[in-house]
């Protein structure tokens, strides 16, 4: 009779195993930095309950970032007014505002979104490419590439997570320029976590899930 080795599996299968686990990184990383697009994240991601994602926080230098592809986001509304698509555009806030330390950043005096905003030359070229995403053919220069978590409630300053090309609202007269009632809310929003009417989490959840909503959701009243 011919003695057959046998195979002792208990020391191969950890050695396929493990060939497994170190092909899969380089696999994912064989994309990293190959893109040209950014993949809308999966519906429902935003606002609620859900944590916002957590973006870069202010650059020294900006660079224009990769937007969803052409055509890949839809524009939702309530009452009427504009609301950006959730898988492209879920809201992301900025790492180096916290509640702890909003004296030192958003509450300041002097002001803080000027110096944490990304140049013309990076916003114009994004919301060009951020139009194309969303489909918007109107007058670029009636909308708003807007943060929907707002620079002043600690949104994200260039995550395109946190950007959207917002169209006119209803009743907008084309070749005016920018007139949009979110504006008031951002400033409401912004005077609320300043004076500790609300969290700063509370505001941005409430703001990235419907900005329309989001005064009426915490009780904050706007300044007419």
């Not at 002043?152 to 007269?173: A, K």
């Amino acid at each position: 009779m011919v003695n057959v080795p046998r195979v002792d599996r208990r020391r191969t299968a950890p050695a396929r195993l493990r060939g497994v686990l170190l092909a899969v990184p380089l696999l994912l990383c064989a994309a990293c930095g190959s893109g040209t697009s950014v993949t809308p994240a999966a519906p429902g991601s935003a606002g609620g309950g859900a944590a916002l994602a957590v973006g870069p926080g202010p650059q020294q230098e900006y660079r224009v970032a990769a937007q969803p592809a052409a055509g890949s986001c839809r524009y939702g509304s309530s009452d009427g007014q504009p609301l950006p698509d959730p898988r492209c555009t879920p809201g992301a806030v900025n790492p180096a505002v916290t509640q702890s330390n909003l004296r030192q950043t958003l509450c300041r005096r002097g002001g803080y979104t000027a110096g944490v905003r990304p140049p013309r030359q990076v916003t114009d070229a994004e919301k060009r490419l951020n139009a194309r995403s969303y489909g918007y053919t109107g007058r670029l220069s009636d909308a708003e590439y807007d943060h929907l978590v707002p620079l002043g409630v600690g949104g994200d300053p260039n995550d395109p997570r946190n950007l959207w090309v917002e169209p006119p609202s209803p009743g907008h007269v084309s070749g005016s320029g920018t007139a949009n009632p979110k504006d008031d809310v951002e400033s409401a929003l912004h005077d609320a976590v300043c004076s500790g009417q609300v969290s700063l989490q509370a505001a941005q959840r409430a703001v990235a899930s419907n900005w329309t909503t989001a005064l009426s959701s915490l009780g904050v009243t706007a300044e007419k």
